[in-house]
C-alpha cells in the first residue's frame, strides 16, 4: 500500500527555522499532488501548502511568508520549509497525498495520510 513518512519535526526555538521532509511511495506525478495539513493541541486540522506535481503552490493566507513548499520527484518526496518559527505553529504536521493535479486544501479529498510528525516550539 501507498506509505507516506515524514521527517524533521522536533523542539526548536522561536525565531528559528525548520525544513520538514514527506517520502511518498507511491509516484504518478502528473495525475497527483501533495499538501501539508497541521493540528495543533484542541483546533482542527488545517491546510497549510500544497503542490501539484507540475511545481504549481498553494498556501494558506496564514502561511504566506513565513512557508515554502517544495519537491523533489526524483525522490519522491515534499517539503516545507518554515521560517521565523512561532509557538503558534506548535502542531502535529501530516502529508498527504491525492490523486489528482490539483493540491486541495480540503482534507478530505486526500487519499493517502502520513503519520505525522511533531513540531514544537518553545518561546
Same mark, same amino acid.
Given at each position: 500500500?501507498?506509505?507516506?513518512?515524514?521527517?524533521?519535526?522536533?523542539?526548536?526555538?522561536?525565531?528559528?527555522?525548520?525544513?520538514?521532509?514527506?517520502?511518498?511511495?507511491?509516484?504518478?506525478?502528473?495525475?497527483?499532488?501533495?499538501?501539508?495539513?497541521?493540528?495543533?493541541?484542541?483546533?482542527?486540522?488545517?491546510?497549510?501548502?500544497?503542490?501539484?506535481?507540475?511545481?504549481?503552490? #498553494?498556501?494558506?493566507? #496564514?502561511?504566506?511568508?513565513?512557508?515554502?513548499?517544495?519537491?523533489?520527484?526524483?525522490?519522491?518526496?515534499?517539503?516545507?520549509?518554515?521560517?521565523?518559527?512561532?509557538?503558534?505553529?506548535?502542531?502535529?504536521?501530516?502529508?498527504?497525498?491525492?490523486?489528482?493535479?490539483?493540491?486541495?486544501?480540503?482534507? #478530505?479529498?486526500?487519499?493517502?495520510?502520513?503519520?505525522?510528525?511533531?513540531?514544537?516550539?518553545?518561546?
Amino acid at each position: 500500500q501507498v506509505q507516506l513518512v515524514e521527517s524533521g519535526g522536533g523542539l526548536v526555538q522561536a525565531g528559528r527555522s525548520l525544513r520538514l521532509s514527506c517520502t511518498t511511495s507511491k509516484r504518478t506525478y502528473t495525475t497527483s499532488a501533495m499538501s501539508w495539513f497541521r493540528q495543533a493541541p484542541g483546533k482542527e486540522r488545517e491546510f497549510v501548502a500544497g503542490i501539484n506535481w507540475n511545481g504549481f503552490t #498553494s498556501y494558506a493566507d #496564514s502561511a504566506k511568508g513565513r512557508f515554502t513548499i517544495s519537491n523533489d520527484n526524483a525522490k519522491s518526496t515534499v517539503y516545507l520549509q518554515v521560517s521565523s518559527l512561532e509557538p503558534e505553529d506548535t502542531a502535529v504536521y501530516y502529508c498527504a497525498q491525492r490523486a489528482s493535479s490539483f493540491a486541495s486544501s480540503r482534507g #478530505s479529498d486526500y487519499d493517502y495520510w502520513g503519520q505525522g510528525t511533531q513540531v514544537t516550539v518553545s518561546s
